[in-house]
């Protein structure tokens, strides 16, 4: 390990000092953690990227219909249509599958899937299974911010016979020794997370996160991880799926998980760059940095989190990087530690 300091404040109403131990909201940084998951089934033949949703959640057997946009309609009046095919495992890794993803689907799902406070993923994720999709499966890539990877959490559940958070502490955060990684925090553990910050009328205030009963373990935005933590996850990844003797996942296996799967499909969506970009399975892939403007190697992978946290692996250079906040992006700040960690690059 090269550098690794805590900076600022982990409340800034309560003048918290920032400690390298806080425990920070992953948000959709979970997503990656999800696919390995999934691949590890994949490898013990449980699970096949080629199957249908319905295989593992029955609600998905129906013929999933499609929102089309009603030409000459009033905005947001959409007909049906039947989708040419059921969506797979693989549609949902790779954002391919129209459920939840931003289009008209999304927005009708508020009376058809409603998510209550004691949903868990076995009963909030059969609902989505009558939501219509935004377009036909495998055809464009639209972030599925939460649906997608919460669906292949409760894939996981149904497969492996297991509650997704435990499933995780098993075969994931115990083998890797991440003893910070969860949904749910207790005890001294809780007196650890980092509030989440956000600008209110000019000022910087600090909202507190309870999570001592969380009962919805949404593998898509849901965990909350140390960076010491997160960073044995990024260097099992940069190792090809293995770290301090433990595997989790075959060489091949993770070469698969961080290919290009999506062609130019990803370029331009969800705040990626327009040009330089794939996707995997759960993670973007850099395939021309100087395309997309990104001061990282080709073939670096990362999926970042709404919350505040980064992350680059970097095969190339043999190198992971990480960059925890808790509030927004991160902005200049964070292309500052970018910077910082070109430059630091001499050989």
Do not use: C
Not at 50 to 58: E, H, K, M
């Amino acid at each position: 390990m090269v550098h690794f300091e805590a900076y600022g404040y982990s409340d800034i109403a309560k003048r918290t000092p920032m400690r390298t131990d806080a425990i920070f909201g992953l948000a959709s940084s979970s997503k990656p953690i999800t696919a390995v998951a999934i691949l590890m089934l994949v490898e013990s033949g449980d699970i096949r990227l080629s199957d249908p949703v319905s295989r593992y959640i029955p609600e998905f057997a129906a013929q999933a219909q499609v929102a089309v946009a009603r030409p000459g309609a009033a905005e947001g009046t959409f007909d049906l249509v039947p989708a040419t095919r059921p969506i797979t495992v693989a549609d949902l890794l790779k954002h391919g599958s129209g459920l939840m993803s931003g289009g008209l689907g999304q927005r009708s799902a508020g009376q058809t899937a409603q998510r209550m406070p004691q949903d868990t993923l076995a009963t909030y994720i059969p609902k989505l299974g009558t939501v219509p999709l935004d377009f036909q499966p495998g055809t464009l890539w639209r972030y599925s911010g939460l649906a997608g990877f919460d669906v292949l959490s409760r894939i996981v559940e149904v497969a492996s016979g297991q509650p997704y958070d435990e499933f995780l502490r098993e075969r994931i955060f115990e083998p890797l020794d991440m003893p910070d990684t969860s949904f749910y925090y207790t005890g001294r553990q809780a007196e650890r997370l980092a509030a989440v910050h956000a600008r209110r009328d000019g000022q910087l205030q600090a909202t507190p996160r309870d999570l001592s009963q969380v009962v919805y373990f949404s593998g898509a935005g849901g965990l909350s991880a140390s960076v010491e933590d997160y960073l044995q996850f990024a260097q099992m990844l940069l190792n090809r799926g293995e770290l301090d003797g433990k595997r989790l996942l075959g060489p091949r296996t993770v070469e698969m998980m961080t290919a290009n799967h999506t062609g130019d499909m990803v370029n331009g969506q969800f705040g990626r760059p327009a040009r330089g970009m794939g996707f995997g399975l759960g993670m973007q892939v850099v395939l021309d940095p100087v395309a997309a403007d990104l001061a990282v190697s080709k073939g670096a992978i990362s999926w970042p989190g709404g919350s505040g946290v980064a992350h680059w692996i970097e095969p190339a250079e043999e190198l992971v990087s990480i960059y925890f906040i808790q509030g927004g992006q991160g902005g200049p700040a964070r292309q500052a530690f970018e910077n910082a960690v070109r430059q630091a690059i001499i050989d």
